[in-house]
C-alpha cells in the first residue's frame, strides 16, 4: 500500500509536474494576475497553441518546441487583439467588467473548443519527436524524457520572465501599472499600451507552453477545462502576480496531485486542483506569496 | 393585488392550463421531450437570476445544483424508491443547504474570486459523485421510469407538467423578490456592499436568503431529470455547459427583471434544440459561444434592456 | 443647553485601536461625544480620520478598545445594526447605489433602517423621502438616476441618504471636498440646520473656515493619535497642530 519508494517517486514526479504547471500558468498570473483580467479562457488559448504545435508538427516534422517558438509571435499578435478588444467593450465601460468579463472570456472558450473540434475532431492527438517515449532510470525510478525536457523549458521560462519583468523597462512599466495606473500616466506613459503589451506576453509564452502540454500528454479539445483549476489554482495560491510565487505554488499542486493519485487513484485527481483553489479563497484569500488588490 | 399581480397570475394559470392540455391532446412523445428541457432551462435560468442577476453574484455553480438534485433523486429512488413529490422535495432541501453554503462564501470572496470558486465547488462534487459506486460512478447509472399516474399517459407526459408547475413556482418567486423589499436590498448591495450596509440593509443575511432561494429551485429542477433521461451519469449531470448556458440565458434576456432570464432561456432553448436535432450538439455549443460574446459585448443588459432603450426613444420621439 | 460635564456622552470610544498589517492606523483613541454636539475632525491626510469613522460604522472590525454608542456596546455589531440604532455616514468618495434614482436610494434606507413597530403605507413613505430631499435642495432631482448626479448633488444625495435613516448621529466624511465655496456654504447650511434639530454630527473637514464656523468642539488626529482636542480657536491655536496640520 504506502512505501516510502512510492511517495518518493510520487514527489519527483509531483516536482516535474509541477514545474510544467508553472509554465502553463505563467500567463494568467500576468494577465489575471497583474492586469485583473478575468481570462478564463487562457487554458482553451493553451490548448489552441498545443494544436499549432501538433498542426507544425504533423505537417511539416517541425520539432514541437520549435513549432512552439514559431507561433510565438502569431499568439502575442492574436493577444494584442485579443486586449484591444477587452478593453474597448469592458474596461473603458467601467464597472462590472469583472461579471460580464468573465462571460465574455467563457464565450470564446467555448468558441475556440468547437472550432477545434471541427478542425480537429474530438480524437486524442499527439506529436513525435525523439526525446519522447524514452526515460532515464535510477534504481526503481523511472522518470519519463518528456516531463525532464517540460521541467528543463518551464524553469527556464519563469526565470527568463521574471528577469523580464525585474530588469527591463517594459517589465517594469507593466509591475508599475498593477500598482498605480495613475502615477504612471502622470510620468507621461500610457498605461493601455503598457497592459495591452503585457497581455500580449501573456498569450506569447503559451507558444512554448503549449508545445510542453502535447509533449507531456495527448491533448484533445476539452481538455481546457481541467487546466481551469489547475491555472487559476496555481495564480490564486501564488499571490497575484508573482512569478516566483508561481512556480513554487506550481510545485505543491504537482506534488499533491501525484501523492493523491499514487495514494487514491487516478479518478479523484480533477478534483485536487480546485479544492486546494476552495482552499486558498477561502482561508488565504491574498495567496501565499504576494499581494491581492 | 394590483392590476399587474392579476394579469401575472391569469396568465401563469393559462400557462398551466395550456401545458396541462397539451397532455390530454397531444399523443406524439417528442413535443414533450423538446419542451420539456425548455422548460428545466427556464426554472434554472430563473433561480440563477435570482443571485447571480439581482444580488450580482454570478455563479458558475449551475450545474453543481442540477447535478446534486439529479443524484438526490437517483439515490432516493435507489435506495427507498421515492415517489418524484419526495426526491423533488428533498432535492430542493439539499438544494437550500448547499445555497446556504454558497451563502458563507460570499463572506470571504466577491466579484470573480467568487466566480472561480463556484467552478471549483461543482468539480470537487462532481468528482465525489464519480468515486460514489452506490449511484453507479463514472459509468453512470440507468433508472426504470415508474408507470405514469393518473391522468397522465406517459412518464414523460407527467414530468413536463412538474416541470411547468415548477416554472410557475420559480418566475412567481422571482417577480415577488425583485418587487419586495428584498429585491430592493439586493440591488443595493449588488450596487455597493458596505454602502449598503451602511443604509441598514442586512446584507448577509439577504445573500443567504438568495443563495438558499436560488439554490432550492436549481436542485428542485435536476432531481426529474434522472428520471427524463431514465439515466444518469456525473459528467453528463455536472456538465459545465448548463452553468455557461444559463448564464448566457439570464444575460441574453436581462439580469434586473424576472422576465429576462424566461425570455432568454426561450430563446436560447429552443435554439439549441432545434439544433442539436438538425446539425450537432457541437454547432450547439459554438452557438452558445457566439450568442454569449455578442449580447456581452452589444447588448450588456440584455433583450430587456433593448426593449425598455426602444421604448425611451420612441416616447422621447413623440413628447 | 445644560452643562455637558453631567451628562452621558452619545458616544465614547474607548482606546481604540486599528492596525493594517504591522501598520498601526489608529492608536488608542479615546473620546467622547456629547449628545447634540457639533464636532469637528480634522488632521493631515493618512491621520485616520477615514478609518475612525470606518470603526464607528463598522466597516472595520478593531483589534482592541470599545465603541458604546448611547450606554450600548456596539464594538461587535455589524454595520446595518448601528444603522439601525442611529448611527448614518457618508462617504468621503461618494457611493451611491448607482443603478437606482435618487429617491429609491432613500427608500432602501426608509425600508431597512427604520424599525417601527407602526405600519407605514407606502404614501407615508414617500412624503417622508420628498420632505428630506425637498430639505437638501434635491426635490427636483427625486427621479434621476444617481449617475446623471453632479458632484455637489452626490453629497448631498448621500446626506439626504443618512438623514432617511433617522440618524442620531451623523458623520460627514469630507463632504465638502471639490466643492465650490458657494457649494461650500450651501452644504455647511444644510449640516448646520441639521445639528438644529437634535442630530449630533461629526463633520471631517480639510476647510478651516467650515469647521471654525460650524464646530463646537475640534479634536486633531496625527498619525493615528489625538494631539489635540478643544475649543475650535484652541486648537488651531495648538502648536503641534499648526506643525503637524498646517505644515508650518
Ligand atoms: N483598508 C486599508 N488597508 C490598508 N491601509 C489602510 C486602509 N485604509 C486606510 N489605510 C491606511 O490608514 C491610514 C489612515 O487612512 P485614512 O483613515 O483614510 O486617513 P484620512 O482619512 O485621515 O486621510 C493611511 O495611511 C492609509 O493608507
Ligand atoms: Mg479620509
Same mark, same amino acid.
Given at each position: 500500500?504506502?512505501?516510502?519508494?512510492?511517495?518518493?517517486?510520487?514527489?519527483?514526479?509531483?516536482?516535474?509536474?509541477?514545474?510544467?504547471?508553472?509554465?502553463?500558468?505563467?500567463?494568467?498570473?500576468?494577465?489575471?494576475?497583474?492586469?485583473?483580467?478575468?481570462?478564463?479562457?487562457?487554458?482553451?488559448?493553451?490548448?489552441?497553441?498545443?494544436?499549432?504545435?501538433?498542426?507544425?508538427?504533423?505537417?511539416?516534422?517541425?520539432?514541437?518546441?520549435?513549432?512552439?517558438?514559431?507561433?510565438?509571435?502569431?499568439? *502575442?499578435?492574436?493577444?494584442?487583439?485579443?486586449?484591444?478588444?477587452?478593453?474597448?467593450?469592458?474596461?473603458?465601460?467601467?464597472?462590472?467588467?469583472?461579471?460580464?468579463?468573465?462571460?465574455?472570456? *467563457?464565450?470564446?472558450?467555448?468558441?475556440?473548443?468547437?472550432?477545434?473540434?471541427?478542425?480537429?475532431?474530438?480524437?486524442?492527438?499527439?506529436?513525435?519527436?525523439?526525446?519522447?517515449?524514452?526515460?532515464?532510470?535510477?534504481?526503481?525510478?523511472?522518470?519519463?524524457?518528456?516531463?525532464?525536457?517540460?521541467?528543463?523549458?518551464?524553469?527556464?521560462?519563469?526565470?527568463?520572465?521574471?528577469?523580464?519583468?525585474?530588469?527591463?523597462?517594459?517589465?517594469?512599466?507593466?509591475?508599475?501599472?498593477?500598482?498605480?495606473?495613475?502615477?504612471?500616466?502622470?510620468?507621461?506613459?500610457?498605461?493601455?499600451?503598457?497592459?495591452?503589451?503585457?497581455?500580449?506576453?501573456?498569450?506569447?509564452?503559451?507558444?512554448?507552453?503549449?508545445?510542453?502540454?502535447?509533449?507531456?500528454?495527448?491533448?484533445?479539445?476539452?481538455?481546457?477545462?481541467?487546466?481551469?483549476?489547475?491555472?487559476?489554482?496555481?495564480?490564486?495560491?501564488?499571490?497575484?502576480?508573482?512569478?516566483?510565487?508561481?512556480?513554487?505554488?506550481?510545485?505543491?499542486?504537482?506534488?499533491?496531485?501525484?501523492?493523491?493519485?499514487?495514494?487514491?487513484?487516478?479518478?479523484?485527481?480533477?478534483?485536487?486542483?480546485?479544492?486546494?483553489?476552495?482552499?486558498?479563497?477561502?482561508?488565504?484569500?491574498?495567496?501565499?506569496?504576494?499581494?491581492?488588490? | 393585488?394590483?392590476?399587474?399581480?392579476?394579469?401575472?397570475?391569469?396568465?401563469?394559470?393559462?400557462?398551466?392550463?395550456?401545458?396541462?392540455?397539451?397532455?390530454?391532446?397531444?399523443?406524439?412523445?417528442?413535443?414533450?421531450?423538446?419542451?420539456?428541457?425548455?422548460?428545466?432551462?427556464?426554472?434554472?435560468?430563473?433561480?440563477?437570476?435570482?443571485?447571480?442577476?439581482?444580488?450580482?453574484?454570478?455563479?458558475?455553480?449551475?450545474?453543481?445544483?442540477?447535478?446534486?438534485?439529479?443524484?438526490?433523486?437517483?439515490?432516493?429512488?435507489?435506495?427507498?424508491?421515492?415517489?418524484?413529490?419526495?426526491?423533488?422535495?428533498?432535492?430542493?432541501?439539499?438544494?437550500?443547504?448547499?445555497?446556504?453554503?454558497? +451563502?458563507?462564501?460570499?463572506?470571504?470572496?466577491? +466579484?470573480?474570486?467568487?466566480?472561480?470558486?463556484?467552478?471549483?465547488?461543482?468539480?470537487?462534487?462532481?468528482?465525489?459523485?464519480?468515486?460514489?459506486?452506490?449511484?453507479?460512478?463514472?459509468?453512470?447509472?440507468?433508472?426504470?421510469?415508474?408507470?405514469?399516474? &393518473?391522468?397522465?399517459?406517459?412518464?414523460?407526459?407527467?414530468?413536463?407538467?412538474?416541470?411547468?408547475?415548477?416554472?410557475?413556482?420559480?418566475?412567481?418567486?422571482?417577480?415577488?423578490?425583485?418587487?419586495?423589499?428584498?429585491?430592493?436590498?439586493?440591488?443595493?448591495?449588488?450596487?455597493? &456592499?458596505?454602502?449598503?450596509?451602511?443604509?441598514?440593509?442586512?446584507?448577509?443575511?439577504?445573500?443567504?436568503?438568495?443563495?438558499?432561494?436560488?439554490?432550492?429551485?436549481?436542485?428542485?429542477?435536476?432531481?426529474?431529470?434522472?428520471?427524463?433521461?431514465?439515466?444518469?451519469?456525473?459528467?453528463?449531470?455536472?456538465?459545465?455547459?448548463?452553468?455557461?448556458?444559463?448564464?448566457?440565458?439570464?444575460?441574453?434576456?436581462?439580469?434586473?427583471?424576472?422576465? +429576462?432570464?424566461?425570455?432568454?432561456?426561450?430563446?436560447?432553448?429552443?435554439?439549441?434544440?432545434?439544433?442539436?436535432?438538425?446539425?450537432?450538439? &457541437?454547432?450547439?455549443?459554438?452557438?452558445?459561444?457566439?450568442?454569449?460574446?455578442?449580447?456581452?459585448? +452589444?447588448?450588456? &443588459?440584455?433583450?430587456?434592456?433593448?426593449?425598455?432603450?426602444?421604448?425611451?426613444?420612441?416616447?422621447?420621439?413623440?413628447? | 443647553?445644560?452643562?455637558?460635564?453631567?451628562?452621558?456622552?452619545?458616544?465614547?470610544?474607548?482606546?481604540?485601536?486599528?492596525?493594517?498589517?504591522?501598520?498601526?492606523?489608529?492608536?488608542?483613541?479615546?473620546?467622547?461625544?456629547?449628545?447634540?454636539?457639533?464636532?469637528?475632525?480634522?488632521?493631515?491626510?493618512?491621520?485616520?480620520?477615514?478609518?475612525?469613522?470606518?470603526?464607528?460604522?463598522?466597516?472595520?472590525?478593531?483589534?482592541?478598545?470599545?465603541?458604546?454608542?448611547?450606554?450600548?456596546?456596539?464594538?461587535?455589531?455589524?454595520?446595518?445594526?448601528?444603522?439601525?440604532?442611529?448611527?448614518?455616514?457618508?462617504?468621503?468618495?461618494?457611493?451611491?447605489?448607482?443603478?437606482?434614482?435618487?429617491?429609491?436610494?432613500?427608500?432602501?434606507?426608509?425600508?431597512?433602517?427604520?424599525?417601527?413597530?407602526?405600519?407605514?403605507?407606502?404614501?407615508?413613505?414617500?412624503?417622508?423621502?420628498?420632505?428630506?430631499?425637498?430639505?437638501?435642495?434635491?426635490?427636483?432631482?427625486?427621479?434621476?438616476?444617481?449617475?446623471?448626479?453632479?458632484?455637489?448633488?452626490?453629497?448631498?444625495?448621500?446626506?439626504?441618504?443618512?438623514?432617511?435613516?433617522?440618524?442620531?448621529?451623523?458623520?460627514?466624511?469630507?463632504?465638502?471636498?471639490?466643492?465650490?465655496?458657494?457649494?461650500?456654504?450651501?452644504?455647511?447650511?444644510?449640516?448646520?440646520?441639521?445639528?438644529?434639530?437634535?442630530?449630533?454630527?461629526?463633520?471631517?473637514?480639510?476647510?478651516?473656515?467650515?469647521?471654525?464656523?460650524?464646530?463646537?468642539?475640534?479634536?486633531?488626529?496625527?498619525?493615528?493619535?489625538?494631539?489635540?482636542?478643544?475649543?475650535?480657536?484652541?486648537?488651531?491655536?495648538?502648536?503641534?497642530?499648526?506643525?503637524?496640520?498646517?505644515?508650518?
Amino acid at each position: 500500500m504506502f512505501s516510502f519508494d512510492l511517495l518518493l517517486d510520487a514527489v519527483v514526479s509531483g516536482v516535474l509536474l509541477g514545474c510544467f504547471y508553472a509554465a502553463v500558468s505563467l500567463g494568467l498570473s500576468l494577465s489575471f494576475g497583474l492586469l485583473d483580467v478575468p481570462n478564463v479562457a487562457h487554458p482553451a488559448f493553451l490548448v489552441m497553441a498545443s494544436y499549432g504545435v501538433f498542426f507544425l508538427n504533423e505537417s511539416y516534422g517541425v520539432d514541437p518546441l520549435l513549432a512552439g517558438l514559431l507561433i510565438t509571435p502569431l499568439l *502575442f499578435v492574436f493577444g494584442l487583439v485579443a486586449y484591444r478588444l477587452y478593453y474597448q467593450t469592458f474596461e473603458k465601460r467601467g464597472s462590472d467588467a469583472g461579471v460580464r468579463g468573465i462571460a465574455f472570456f *467563457f464565450g470564446i472558450a467555448f468558441i475556440i473548443e468547437v472550432l477545434l473540434i471541427l478542425q480537429f475532431g474530438v480524437d486524442q492527438r499527439s506529436v513525435t519527436a525523439s526525446y519522447i517515449g524514452k526515460a532515464w532510470r535510477i534504481g526503481d525510478m523511472r522518470i519519463p524524457f518528456r516531463l525532464l525536457v517540460a521541467f528543463a523549458v518551464a524553469a527556464a521560462l519563469t526565470i527568463l520572465l521574471t528577469l523580464y519583468l525585474s530588469r527591463t523597462f517594459m517589465g517594469r512599466a507593466i509591475r508599475a501599472v498593477a500598482q498605480d495606473q495613475e502615477a504612471l500616466r502622470l510620468m507621461g506613459a500610457d498605461p493601455i499600451r503598457i497592459k495591452q503589451w503585457a497581455f500580449g506576453i501573456s498569450t506569447a509564452v503559451l507558444g512554448i507552453a503549449g508545445a510542453l502540454l502535447i509533449i507531456v500528454a495527448p491533448v484533445n479539445p476539452t481538455l481546457d477545462r481541467s487546466y481551469i483549476g489547475r491555472t487559476f489554482c496555481v495564480v490564486v495560491m501564488a499571490g497575484l502576480g508573482s512569478m516566483s510565487g508561481t512556480l513554487v505554488a506550481a510545485i505543491i499542486l504537482g506534488v499533491a496531485e501525484a501523492i493523491v493519485l499514487t495514494m487514491f487513484g487516478a479518478s479523484w485527481a480533477p478534483a485536487i486542483s480546485f479544492a486546494m483553489l476552495l482552499g486558498v479563497l477561502a482561508v488565504r484569500p491574498q495567496g501565499l506569496f504576494g499581494r491581492r488588490s | 393585488m394590483n392590476r399587474g399581480g392579476t394579469q401575472f397570475w391569469i396568465g401563469a394559470i393559462l400557462f398551466l392550463v395550456a401545458t396541462f392540455a397539451m397532455t390530454q391532446i397531444i399523443g406524439n412523445q417528442y413535443p414533450f421531450f423538446a419542451c420539456y428541457v425548455i422548460l428545466q432551462f427556464i426554472v434554472l435560468a430563473v433561480a440563477w437570476n435570482i443571485l447571480g442577476g439581482y444580488a450580482g453574484y454570478v455563479n458558475f455553480g449551475t450545474s453543481a445544483f442540477f447535478g446534486v438534485g439529479v443524484y438526490t433523486a437517483v439515490f432516493l429512488f435507489k435506495a427507498a424508491g421515492a415517489p418524484l413529490a419526495v426526491q423533488i422535495a428533498a432535492a430542493a432541501v439539499v438544494g437550500a443547504l448547499m445555497g446556504f453554503a454558497l +451563502g458563507l462564501l460570499t463572506l470571504r470572496m466577491q +466579484g470573480i474570486f467568487f466566480s472561480i470558486a463556484t467552478i471549483a465547488l461543482t468539480i470537487v462534487i462532481e468528482t465525489s459523485i464519480t468515486n460514489w459506486r452506490y449511484v453507479g460512478g463514472a459509468a453512470g447509472i440507468q433508472m426504470q421510469q415508474p408507470v405514469a399516474m &393518473e391522468p397522465f399517459n406517459s412518464y414523460v407526459q407527467m414530468l413536463f407538467f412538474i416541470q411547468a408547475l415548477l416554472v410557475v413556482l420559480a418566475v412567481a418567486t422571482s417577480r415577488y423578490i425583485q418587487n419586495s423589499w428584498i429585491g430592493r436590498g439586493l440591488q443595493a448591495l449588488k450596487d455597493d &456592499e458596505l454602502a449598503a450596509e451602511c443604509t441598514g440593509v442586512p446584507t448577509l443575511r439577504l445573500k443567504l436568503l438568495a443563495c438558499v432561494i436560488s439554490g432550492a429551485l436549481m436542485c428542485a429542477a435536476g432531481a426529474p431529470a434522472a428520471m427524463y433521461l431514465q439515466y444518469a451519469d456525473p459528467s453528463s449531470a455536472f456538465n459545465l455547459n448548463y452553468s455557461v448556458s444559463v448564464l448566457a440565458m439570464s444575460l441574453i434576456g436581462g439580469t434586473a427583471h424576472w422576465a +429576462g432570464p424566461v425570455i432568454g432561456a426561450i430563446l436560447l432553448g429552443t435554439t439549441q434544440q432545434l439544433l442539436t436535432v438538425t446539425i450537432s450538439s &457541437e454547432v450547439n455549443v459554438l452557438v452558445l459561444g457566439v450568442m454569449l460574446v455578442l449580447f456581452v459585448v +452589444g447588448a450588456p &443588459e440584455g433583450i430587456i434592456g433593448l426593449i425598455g432603450k426602444a421604448r425611451r426613444n420612441r416616447n422621447e420621439g413623440e413628447g | 443647553m445644560m452643562s455637558p460635564e453631567t451628562e452621558a456622552p452619545l458616544l465614547r470610544i474607548s482606546t481604540l485601536t486599528k492596525r493594517f498589517g504591522g501598520f498601526t492606523a489608529l492608536d488608542t483613541v479615546s473620546v467622547d461625544i456629547r449628545p447634540g454636539e457639533r464636532f469637528g475632525l480634522i488632521g493631515p491626510n493618512g491621520s485616520g480620520k477615514t478609518t475612525l469613522i470606518n470603526c464607528i460604522s463598522g466597516a472595520f472590525r478593531t483589534e482592541a478598545g470599545t465603541v458604546i454608542f448611547r450606554d450600548e456596546d456596539i464594538t461587535r455589531l455589524p454595520p446595518h445594526i448601528r444603522t439601525r440604532r442611529g448611527i448614518a455616514r457618508s462617504f468621503q468618495i461618494p457611493r451611491p447605489f448607482k443603478s437606482m434614482t435618487v429617491a429609491e436610494n432613500l427608500m432602501v434606507a426608509l425600508d431597512f433602517a427604520v424599525v417601527t413597530d407602526e405600519v407605514v403605507s407606502s404614501a407615508q413613505r414617500r412624503d417622508t423621502m420628498m420632505s428630506i430631499l425637498t430639505r437638501m435642495g434635491l426635490a427636483s432631482k427625486a427621479y434621476v438616476s444617481t449617475a446623471k448626479l453632479s458632484q455637489v448633488e452626490l453629497r448631498k444625495m448621500e446626506l439626504a441618504r443618512a438623514m432617511a435613516t433617522h440618524p442620531k448621529l451623523l458623520i460627514s466624511d469630507e463632504a465638502m471636498a471639490g466643492l465650490s465655496s458657494s457649494e461650500v456654504d450651501e452644504v455647511l447650511d444644510l449640516l448646520m440646520s441639521l445639528a438644529g434639530q437634535d442630530i449630533t454630527i461629526i463633520m471631517i473637514e480639510h476647510i478651516m473656515q467650515a469647521v471654525m464656523r460650524f464646530s463646537d468642539r475640534v479634536m486633531c488626529l496625527e498619525a493615528g493619535k489625538i494631539i489635540a482636542i478643544g475649543k475650535p480657536a484652541e486648537v488651531m491655536a495648538n502648536q503641534r497642530v499648526q506643525e503637524a496640520y498646517l505644515g508650518t
